[in-house]
Nanobody, 120 residues
Framework: QVHMVESGGGLVQAGGSLRLSCAAS????????MGWSRQAPGKEREFVAA????????YYADSVKGRFTISRDNAKNTVYLQMNSLKPEDTAVYYCAAGRYSTMTSWDNWGQGTQVTVSS
């Protein structure tokens, strides 16, 4: 079992930036993908970004491409999400996860979520 803990959420004005972090502990391995998803009130959880175990391949939802950057530090078992040019529609609970592939359906270890609120 891998325990995931997110941090870095908060309240920011539109156009601002936030950096989310997610530390993994427990039975971790470098041979897995890590990613971020989000869920806004009344909406389904959606994919945001993912990164391969080496960090060499990244994936983004079209809605965040060019504004968000995912990265990881395997020495710290940590994945990051740098969010720039934030918009009110980015408001959601953000979850980090780890799994065998880049797709959300393969992620089987999840964090508890961190709230991001973007005011207009």
């Amino acid at each position: 079992q891998v325990h995931m803990v997110e941090s870095g959420g908060g309240l920011v004005q539109a156009g601002g930036s936030l950096r989310l972090s997610c530390a993994a502990s427990g039975r971790t391995s470098n041979n897995y993908h890590m990613g971020w998803s989000r869920q806004a009130p009344g909406k389904e959880r959606e994919f945001v970004a993912a990164i391969s175990w080496s960090g060499g391949i990244t994936y983004y939802a079209d809605s965040v491409k060019g504004r968000f950057t995912i990265s990881r530090d395997n020495a710290k078992n940590t994945v990051y999400l740098q969010m720039n040019s934030l918009k009110p529609e980015d408001t959601a609970v953000y979850y980090c996860a780890a799994g065998r592939y880049s797709t959300m359906t393969s992620w089987d270890n999840w964090g508890q979520g961190t709230q991001v609120t973007v005011s207009s």
